[in-house]
C-alpha cells in the first residue's frame, strides 16, 4: 500500500456518444482502476507514521523553537481561513485575527496573537511586534478571569513565558546593537501606544549605576560544565557596574567594580486587556538582582523569575585580567592584585555586598593561581538556591611566590580585619560560623586559620622574643602576623583541597633554587629583617637570613625546616576540618598515590571531620565530585550549630 497523501488529478471527460450499457460500464471500470491505481489506495483522510524524531519535535514545536507555528496557533489560523494569507501579508493577518473570532476563546486567540507577531518580527517585521508579542503573552499568562489561567500541563504555558521574556529584550533593543535600552517614555505599537514607566532609581546598585544591559539568551557559556538558568517570568540580562562619583555604600566596599551581575527586568502591564482592546497600554518597568527576590506576585499569584548567574559569571571572567597576573604573582612579590589597593587593603573581595546573617564562605586559590580557579564551584553554589540564601562568597588573592607565613598572615589578619569592620559591635552571629577552603598552597594558609603555633615559627630563627626587638611599629606588628598564629574564633570549618600539609615532591632542592633566583619578595618583607640586622645585634640566629628569605616553594620542599615545623602543629579541635586528596591513579598501590603534585601522604591529615578521594588531577578544586563534596560539607554546616568538643 502507498502511504502517501492523497494527489488530486484533474481528469477532463469528452462528451461520450450514446453507447450500450456494457462499454459504459466497462469505461467506467477502467476510470475507478485508473485512479486506484493513482492514488495508491490512499484514502483522502488518513495518518502516516513519523520517525520519533519528527514526532518528539512535534511535541515542542514552536516560533521560538525553529521559526515553526504551535499547532494550536496553527489550528486559529486554519480556523479563521488565514493560513494562506499569513504567509502573503501577515501584519495584515495579524490585524484581521485582532479583530477577533466569536467561537475562538479569547486566551487563545492571545497566544496565537503573541506567536504570530513574534515570527513576524523575526523575519523582518517591525521590531514594535516583539512588544506586542509580550504583551499578548503577558494577557495569556495573567488573565483578569481566573477560570482563563493556563493549566500547568498546557504546553503553551512555558512557550507564553519565553514570548513575554524575549519580546522584552527584543522590543527594548535595536537590529544594530544587542544593549537593552531600558527608559521611560513612549513606544509605539503595530495596532497602538506603549508607555513605559521606569524609574532611574532602578539602576542604582548600591554605590552602582547599572548599565550595558544584554539579553543572557544572547551569550553562550564556555568554560563551565554547566549554563543554570532559573526559568520563570522576566528578561534575563547580564549588566555592568559604573561607579557613581560620591555615592557611598559600605556594605558595597569590597564588591570588584568589573563585576558582571545578573538582573531580570518585568514589565508589569496594567488593565493589559482593556489595553489591547483600546490600543492603550501602559506598564511599570523594575530590575532585580538574585540578592533582591526569586519570585513576584501578579494578579495574586506568585510567580518566579528568571535568572542566568552562570552567563554573568562567564561574563565577569571573559577577558579577565585575573588569569593574567597569576605567573605574575608567582614570580613578583610586589604585584598589586588590585588597581584600589586603599580599598582592597586586606586582599579580600566580595561577589556580592556584604548582608548580615550569611556565612562567610572564604576561597583561597593555590600557587601561580588566582580567584578565577574557583568557577567551577562558584557555579555550583550561587545555583544552589540553599547555599545562596544562606553563605556570602569571600575571595582572598595575594602573590603566591611570596614566604607562606607571610602570606598566611595576610589572610588571618584580612579576615580579622574585615570581620571588625563589617560587625564592630559583634552582633552578627553569621559571621562567627565562617568556613575557609584553600587548595594546594591555599590550603595551607587556610590552615593557619586553625593553629595555635605558640612560638614554634618564631624560635628556630630569632635569639630574642619579638617584643624585645628594637623595631618600628610596623615591623613588629607584620612579625606578629606571620610568625604567630591563633585560632581564629570566628572561624567554625576549614577544607584542604590537595593541600601538600608535608610538602610537594615537586619543589625539590633543584627547583626551590631555580624558583628563587627568579621570584622576586616585596620590599615590606626584606625591610623589617634589614632593620632588625641593622637596630639589634645578635638577634637573628642566621647572619645569611636576609638572604635567604624563603619563597613559597622553598617552603613547600619536603625537606625544608619550615614544613617539618608547619605539619607537626596540630589543627584545634574546637574547628572541624576536611580533606579532599586528589589521586590521578587510584589503582595504584596506596603508597604511590598522588595527584601529580602532591602525593596523599603528604595531603592526608590524621583527625579530620572526613576525607574524600577523588579521581583528579592536583586541580580538584574543579573536579565535579570535589565540588559535591563541598556541597554536602556546606549543607552539613548549616545543620550544624554547635562547635565539636
Same mark, same amino acid.
Given at each position: 500500500?502507498?502511504?502517501?497523501?492523497?494527489?488530486?488529478?484533474?481528469?477532463?471527460?469528452?462528451?461520450?456518444?450514446?453507447?450500450? /450499457?456494457?462499454?459504459?460500464?466497462?469505461?467506467?471500470?477502467?476510470?475507478?482502476?485508473?485512479?486506484?491505481?493513482?492514488?495508491?489506495?490512499?484514502?483522502?483522510?488518513?495518518?502516516?507514521?513519523?520517525?520519533?524524531?519528527?514526532?518528539?519535535?512535534?511535541?515542542?514545536?514552536?516560533?521560538?523553537?525553529?521559526?515553526?507555528?504551535?499547532?494550536?496557533?496553527?489550528?486559529?489560523?486554519?480556523?479563521?481561513?488565514?493560513?494562506?494569507?499569513?504567509?502573503?501579508?501577515?501584519?495584515?493577518?495579524?490585524?484581521?485575527?485582532?479583530?477577533?473570532? /466569536?467561537?475562538?476563546?479569547?486566551?487563545?486567540?492571545?497566544?496565537?496573537?503573541?506567536?504570530?507577531?513574534?515570527?513576524h518580527a523575526s523575519e523582518g517585521g517591525e521590531r514594535s511586534h516583539y512588544l506586542s508579542a509580550a504583551a499578548y503573552a503577558?494577557?495569556?499568562?495573567?488573565?483578569?478571569?481566573?477560570?482563563?489561567?493556563?493549566?500547568?500541563?498546557?504546553?503553551?504555558?512555558?512557550t507564553a513565558v519565553n514570548l513575554y521574556n524575549q519580546g522584552l529584550a527584543l522590543g527594548f533593543s535595536s537590529q544594530e546593537s544587542e544593549i537593552i535600552h531600558l527608559q521611560d517614555g513612549t513606544r509605539t505599537l503595530p495596532f497602538g501606544k506603549l508607555q513605559v514607566r521606569f524609574d532611574p532609581a532602578e539602576r542604582l546598585w548600591g554605590p552602582f549605576n547599572?548599565?550595558?544591559?544584554v539579553a543572557a539568551a544572547r551569550y553562550e557559556v564556555r568554560g563551565l560544565r554547566n549554563d543554570y538558568r532559573w526559568p520563570g517570568?522576566?528578561?534575563?540580562?547580564?549588566?555592568?557596574?559604573?561607579?557613581v562619583p560620591g555615592l557611598d555604600a559600605p556594605q558595597f566596599a569590597l564588591v570588584p567594580p568589573k563585576l558582571k551581575l545578573a538582573v531580570t527586568a518585568f514589565l508589569r502591564f496594567e488593565n493589559i486587556e482593556e489595553g489591547i482592546e483600546s490600543g492603550s497600554l501602559s506598564g511599570e518597568l523594575t530590575l532585580f538582582t538574585t540578592q533582591d527576590a526569586s519570585e513576584i506576585e501578579v494578579n495574586g499569584r506568585k510567580?518566579?523569575?528568571?535568572?542566568? /548567574?552562570?552567563?554573568?559569571?562567564?561574563?565577569?571572567?571573559?577577558?579577565?585580567?585575573?588569569?593574567?597576573?597569576?605567573?605574575?604573582?608567582?614570580?613578583?612579590?610586589?604585584?598589586?592584585?588590585?588597581?584600589?589597593?586603599?580599598?582592597?587593603?586586606?586582599?579580600?573581595f566580595l561577589m556580592a555586598p556584604y548582608r548580615p546573617g550569611l556565612i562567610p564562605l572564604v576561597l583561597v586559590h593555590g600557587t601561580a593561581s588566582s580567584p578565577a580557579r574557583w568557577a567551577e564551584m562558584l557555579n555550583e553554589i550561587i545555583n544552589d538556591r540553599e547555599l545562596l540564601q544562606r553563605y556570602q562568597i569571600w575571595l582572598f588573592t595575594y602573590n603566591t611566590g611570596n614566604p607562606i607565613l607571610y602570606s598566611g598572615g595576610l589572610l588571618t589578619q584580612g579576615l580579622r580585619n574585615l570581620v571588625r569592620e563589617l560587625d564592630p559591635e559583634g552582633k552578627d552571629e553569621a559571621l562567627r560560623k565562617m568556613v575557609v577552603i584553600?587548595?594546594?598552597?591555599?590550603?595551607?594558609?587556610?590552615?593557619?586559620?586553625?593553629?595555635?603555633?605558640?612560638?614554634?615559627?618564631?624560635?628556630?630563627?630569632?635569639? %630574642?622574643?619579638?617584643?624585645?626587638?628594637?623595631?618600628?611599629?610596623?615591623?613588629?606588628?607584620?612579625?606578629?602576623?606571620?610568625?604567630?598564629?591563633?585560632?581564629?574564633?570566628? %572561624?567554625?570549618?576549614?577544607?584542604?583541597?590537595?593541600?601538600?600539609?608535608?610538602?610537594?615532591?615537586?619543589?625539590?632542592?633543584?627547583?626551590?633554587?631555580?624558583?628563587?633566583?627568579?621570584?622576586?619578595?616585596?620590599?615590606?618583607?626584606?625591610?623589617p629583617f634589614t632593620e632588625i640586622f641593622a637596630k639589634t645585634q645578635g638577634a637573628v640566629k642566621d647572619g645569611r637570613m636576609i638572604e635567604n628569605v624563603p619563597?613559597?616553594?622553598?617552603?613547600?620542599?619536603?625537606?625544608?625546616?619550615?614544613?617539618?615545623?608547619?605539619?607537626?602543629i596540630p589543627l584545634v579541635p574546637q574547628i572541624k576540618a576536611h580533606s579532599i586528596i586528589a589521586v590521578d591513579n587510584p589503582e595504584d598501590p596506596k603508597e604511590e598515590w598522588s595527584d601529580?603534585?602532591?602525593?596523599?601522604?603528604?595531603?592526608?591529615?590524621?583527625?579530620?571531620?572526613?576525607?574524600?578521594?577523588?579521581?583528579?588531577?592536583?586541580?580538584?578544586?574543579?573536579?565535579?565530585?570535589?565540588?559535591?563534596?563541598?556541597?554536602?560539607?556546606?549543607?552539613?554546616?548549616?545543620?550544624?550549630e554547635g562547635r565539636p568538643e
Open positions: 500500500m502507498n502511504h502517501n497523501p492523497p494527489v488530486n488529478l484533474p481528469i477532463k471527460m469528452k462528451k461520450l456518444k450514446k453507447s450500450s /450499457p456494457l462499454v459504459m460500464n466497462f469505461l467506467w471500470m477502467a476510470l475507478l482502476l485508473g485512479s486506484l491505481v493513482l492514488t495508491g489506495c490512499a484514502t483522502p483522510v488518513g495518518v502516516r507514521t513519523l520517525k520519533a524524531q519528527d514526532a518528539n519535535r512535534s511535541l515542542t514545536e514552536s516560533v521560538l523553537s525553529d521559526q515553526s507555528l504551535s499547532a494550536p496557533t496553527q489550528q486559529i489560523l486554519n480556523r479563521s481561513g488565514l493560513a494562506e494569507r499569513f504567509l502573503k501579508e501577515p501584519a495584515a493577518t495579524i490585524q484581521a485575527l485582532r479583530s477577533g473570532m /466569536p467561537t475562538v476563546l479569547r486566551s487563545d486567540r492571545y497566544f496565537a496573537l503573541a506567536e504570530l507577531s513574534f515570527l503577558y494577557a495569556f499568562l495573567f488573565p483578569k478571569d481566573e477560570r482563563e489561567v493556563p493549566d500547568a500541563f498546557d504546553p503553551r504555558l512555558v547599572l548599565s550595558n544591559f517570568i522576566g528578561t534575563a540580562m547580564v549588566a555592568s557596574l559604573e561607579h510567580v518566579p523569575l528568571e535568572y542566568r /548567574p552562570s552567563t554573568a559569571l562567564a561574563s565577569t571572567l571573559e577577558g579577565s585580567q585575573a588569569y593574567d597576573l597569576e605567573l605574575k604573582g608567582l614570580f613578583s612579590g610586589d604585584l598589586s592584585i588590585f588597581k584600589e589597593s586603599a580599598r582592597f587593603k586586606d586582599n579580600v584553600g587548595h594546594s598552597q591555599g590550603g595551607m594558609l587556610t590552615r593557619l586559620t586553625a593553629i595555635d603555633s605558640g612560638t614554634r615559627f618564631w624560635d628556630p630563627h630569632f635569639n %630574642v622574643p619579638l617584643d624585645q626587638l628594637d623595631v618600628s611599629v610596623e615591623t613588629r606588628q607584620l612579625f606578629q602576623r606571620s610568625m604567630f598564629y591563633k585560632p581564629l574564633p570566628f %572561624v567554625r570549618r576549614v577544607i584542604f583541597i590537595s593541600t601538600p600539609h608535608q610538602g610537594s615532591f615537586l619543589a625539590t632542592n633543584w627547583v626551590s633554587s631555580m624558583l628563587q633566583r627568579v621570584i622576586t619578595l616585596p620590599f615590606t618583607i626584606l625591610s619563597r613559597s616553594t622553598d617552603n613547600m620542599n619536603p625537606g625544608h625546616p619550615f614544613i617539618q615545623i608547619f605539619a607537626s601529580g603534585v602532591v602525593k596523599y601522604s603528604s595531603a592526608h591529615v590524621e583527625g579530620v571531620a572526613s576525607e574524600y578521594i577523588v579521581h583528579s588531577g592536583h586541580s580538584a578544586q574543579e573536579n565535579p565530585q570535589a565540588i559535591e563534596e563541598v556541597r554536602r560539607i556546606l549543607k552539613e554546616n548549616l545543620h550544624d
